[in-house]
């Protein structure tokens, strides 16, 4: 589907296009009879107010929030910031790509799927590379896997997310691995390509990224902790060494205040637990320091983190 993106329009523009209601709520007039229609539209590039001012009870009646919608009017300006004042909200019945809605990896996907075969392929241990290979050849949990955000809204929160946090953190696993020579290697890679793969039932993420209920109730940690553990068995991988992995998978958050149902009490759940914190707080770094005027020695102020990031002086 062919469509006009939120984030390119400008003041005065003409509109039509597709994009998903992400909420919507009928507003009295407030020197007239009536109603208007306060709308939130988004797409991959922007989240727009959006205002229906005519038959706006109709129209109401005949869309619903989180799907996508056909909009027709112009772009407007409210108090400085874009605005859309529409003439029509449709509901839209034809197939969608959920890639014109949400955000995706910038890069090439296919060279991130590269990188996850070849650290699958370096793990020399024959249980962890049977179970490994077994794991990402379930052609729906690989496809899952390779397609999921790595969260919601705090790093790498768009399509292709997780892949690309795991293949990175796998590179810092490696060189931490030879730096400390006494950590079992293949343990950590492993703990590096499965310690969010309960991910890919925590999120969901056709029209919008957002928790499921299993995510919500039970979390990534635990589910991904079940799905190693029911793989072992089926294999028959030696459960002592299961356990290890699977500490991995559950420690790996470091501090029970951060969701970790137990912490890290080996060196390789140590080592998974740093990569992991350090490629997400890079990434999140990264993300604010390329965002809004990179021209400005100062970010925006970052609320995740309660703090502004120095870009430098050009």
Known sequence: MSKVMLGDLLEGMPVRTQAVCKSMKLLPFKNKPGNYLALTVSDRTASLEAKVFTNAEEQAARIAENSVVTIVG?????QGNPQLVLDTVEPWLEPIDPADFLPTYPGDVAALEVQLDKWIASIQHPELSLLLHTIFADPDIRTRYCAAPAAKGM?????HGLLEHVVRQAALADAACQCYPLADRDMVLAGVLLHDIGKINEFAWQLAIDYTD???LEGHCVNGDRLVDQFARELQIDQHLA??????????HGQAEYGAPVLP????A????????LEAKATHCIEMLTSGDTSKAWTEYDRIESRYWYRGVK
Do not use: F, P
């Open 74 to 78: 112009k772009c407007d300006a409210y």
């Open 155 to 159: 790093h790498s929160a768009y399509l």
């Open 214 to 216: 299993l995510g919500r």
């Open 243 to 252: 356990l290890r992995l699977r500490h991995l998978i559950l420690s790996h």
């Open 265 to 268: 009490q080996t060196l390789e």
């Open 270 to 277: 140590v080592i998974l637990h740093a990569v992991d914190n």
